[in-house]
């Protein structure tokens, strides 16, 4: 089981990707931001980054606005 943003548990498997669960959790937006355990992931790396067992995982959405 892994934390998204402090509050959503998702159930966890070997080899998990940063992309995987971003396509479960349907996150769309072309512009995130995304840490395992307080790194922060590479946006190219997001296919091949494995999340771990228990990891906290944070999916910030960048904004612009005027």
């Not at 307080?38 to 906290?56: C, N």
């Amino acid at each position: 089981m892994i934390t998204v943003n402090q509050h959503e548990k998702v159930s966890w498997h070997e080899q998990l990707t940063v992309r995987e669960l971003l396509v479960t959790l349907k996150y769309s937006h072309r512009q995130l931001i995304v840490s395992i355990n307080g790194v922060l992931v590479a946006h190219d790396s997001y296919a091949s980054a494995t999340i771990p067992d228990r990891a906290e995982v944070r999916v910030i959405h960048l904004m612009a606005g005027g």
